[in-house]
């Protein structure tokens, strides 16, 4: 098994980095990709300088790690941002700005929001032509008030 290891080439590197990458494309998961990068890397080491095929391993390993921990890091918080209301949609409707179309009482209303229409409830009398803002929703009922 020594020899075999020690007999490793910059083909090999080169191969099992194809090999790693073509997986990628087939079963596009992100985990083969790094290791196929990481091979590849380490071919472009061993064209450029001699190194025994202990550093070979070394320096893969090391790459592998770098970086999936450097992916890992950069996706950390981005599935918490975009996935908060995935499955709950009318919380996506918080912030959005509409125009009253007609004077209105406080009370409940109808409000066109987007291109859906919505019933509405404020807390204050609100004029035709007035931008209001959702900042809560119960159920199918919005909360707004005058921007």
Known sequence: MIEYLSELSLWFWFAFGLIMLIGECIAPLGYLLWLGISALLVAGITAVGGLPWQAHW????CLSVLSAVGVWLNQA???EEAGNNLNNPSDNLIGKVATVESDTKAGKFRLS???SCYGAVTHQDIKAGTAVEVISVDGIIVTVQPK
């Open 58 to 61: 070394v320096i893969f390993g």
């Open 77 to 79: 918080g981005t599935n």
């Open 113 to 115: 929001l987007g291109h």
